[in-house]
């Protein structure tokens, strides 16, 4: 009877796995209200190992923080007039995107549009 408990309990374990593993993935946008999830691995934006480095820079370089009214999130276009954008250096991290700290948050921005594509945190 034990056996067969446990047998049972390894099939039905197994069976589950594939659903388990299909719930992983990263979801890209707003969800949640208030909560923003980003895709972290980004293959263009600062990646998890580059971030001590680019927050150990950007304190460094005594970057002034711009303030605007709206929420800051992936997504958010900043305002054309009143936010200094500057080049992140290749010794910190390779990427086509531009960086600000905006209400106190360090982001990354696409040059032309000036919309964030990555909140670093």
């Known amino acids: 009877m ?21 719930a992983q ?6 969800s949640g209200g208030d909560r923003v999830i980003v895709d972290q691995n980004d293959p ?3 990646t998890v190992q580059e971030r001590p480095a680019f927050r150990e820079y950007v304190v460094r370089e005594r970057i002034p923080t711009f303030s605007v009214p709206d929420r800051i999130v992936v997504g ?15 010794s ?3 990427t086509p995107y531009r960086y600000t700290v905006v209400n106190g948050q360090t982001v990354l921005v696409e040059p032309r549009s000036r919309r964030i594509v990555q909140v670093i945190d």
């Open 2 to 22: 034990r056996k067969t408990l446990i047998a049972a309990a390894a099939l039905m374990g197994m069976m589950a796995a594939p659903f388990a593993a299909q």
């Open 25 to 30: 993935g990263v979801t890209v946008g707003v």
């Open 44 to 46: 263009d934006g600062i």
């Open 76 to 90: 958010t276009t900043l305002p054309e007039a009143g936010v200094t954008y500057y080049d992140v250096p290749q």
């Open 92 to 94: 910190v991290a390779t």
